[in-house]
């Protein structure tokens, strides 16, 4: 069957790659979505399961640093768009081991830029139609001052901000922590692929995403599943830090949207106008989960457990995505009451899904992690 698009989406095994992986299956059937993942630690083909068997959909096992198996697979699948997701996206691992992040993420990266530019510049029409579109994150900005603690109202957003200046597509980069270099890096050379070669690449930085299917290692998930066992909370520092958060299908649309109709070599702002303390999650998390477990609404509060903090831990991240909104009219779709309903329901239906996710290596990751080696 021939294909309107072949679109490539790698580390569609993962959080965020599996939403997107699914909305493109769904609403594109006359696009052949492929799916390359290296079925890491945080890759899971359980995430896929409503799909696998659709007649657009393939899967490759590969690892995005491996050159040969890259330029194959354009090649094998004809491959004319290219969603980037597959990373290492764990800040706590990227300070126990920056490695590993140095390769995926910049390595891999430059990899599969190189396999594309060859496999591009190979065809007759070269460019033409072709599309290189990177995810990346709102860290590699670095972190904002928290100039109003108690939180103003403020215009950009219906929600509490907690200081004055906001993440926009011209700030400049400033990352901190190994995890958001490396991703740094990566963005680096994607644009320089554009201004070097003429490769239409785009990239977008977006916020904190949370919803069903994030590795439990993440704070929201890894909270939801801790307070169901009734096992400690480790918060942070004082648990001041502020982040942005977005629910992980507004990210999904907001990716379809740009993919197809943003403009190329530009870069857009994704985030959900939504800045939280992490306290203050925890505690509404802790409310929702016992209140659909049946417990009494916060009975799980002594949970909570104050641990050191993370090394260099950015203070605040808050995204202005009005540019998004103004060229595209994107909008995230669900206020953040409703999204954290809807994840911690997703995470109490699917226990087995936990289970499976959280045996073996997170296990003995966790053991190293909490005792403190
Ligand atoms: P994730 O860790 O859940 O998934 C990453 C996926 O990449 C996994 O399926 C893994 O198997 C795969 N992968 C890792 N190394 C690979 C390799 N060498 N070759 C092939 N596949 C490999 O990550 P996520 O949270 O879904 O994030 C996806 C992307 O979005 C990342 O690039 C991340 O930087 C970015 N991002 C994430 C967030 C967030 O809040 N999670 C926010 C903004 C941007
Ligand atoms: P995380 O989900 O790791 O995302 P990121 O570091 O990319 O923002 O963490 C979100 C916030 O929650 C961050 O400020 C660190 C904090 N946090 C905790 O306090 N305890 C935890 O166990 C985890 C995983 C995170």
Known sequence: ?????????????????????????????DYRIIN???LTYAGNLANLKDVEQKPNYAFVKADICDFGAMQETLRQY???????????SHVDRSIKDPFIFARTNVLGTLTLLQAAKEYWESLPEGYEGKRFYHISTDEVYGALQMTCPEGKENPISAHKVYGDAFFHEYTKYNPHSPYSAS?????HFVRA???????????????????????????????????????PLPVYGKGENVRDWLYVEDHARAIDLIFHRGKTADTYNIGGFNEWKNIDIVKV???????????????????????AD???????????????????????????????????????????????VTSGDYQRYYEEMYAGK
């Open 1 to 29: 069957m021939d294909f309107k698009r072949n679109i490539l989406i790698t580390g569609g095994a993962g959080f965020i790659g599996s939403h997107v992986v699914r909305l493109f299956v769904n609403k594109y059937p």
């Open 36 to 38: 390359l993942d290296k």
């Open 78 to 88: 004809r491959v004319d768009g290219i969603i980037h997701l597959a990373a290492e």
């Open 183 to 187: 991703k740094a890096g990566s963005d």
């Open 193 to 231: 692929f554009h201004d070097t070669y003429g490769m239409p690449t785009l990239v977008t930085n977006c916020s904190n995403n949370y919803g069903p299917y994030q590795f439990p290692e993440k704070l929201i998930p890894l909270f939801i599943n801790n307070i169901r066992h009734r096992k």
């Open 285 to 307: 998390v802790i409310r929702t989960v016992d209140r659909l477990l049946g417990r009494p609404e916060g009975a799980d509060m002594d949970l909570i457990t104050f641990v």
């Open 310 to 356: 993370r090394k260099g831990h950015d203070m605040r991240y808050a995204i202005d995505s009005t540019k998004l909104r103004d060229e595209l009219g994107w909008e995230p779709s669900l206020q953040f009451e409703e999204g954290i309903e809807k994840t911690v329901r997703w995470y109490l239906d699917n226990q087995a899904w936990v289970d499976n």
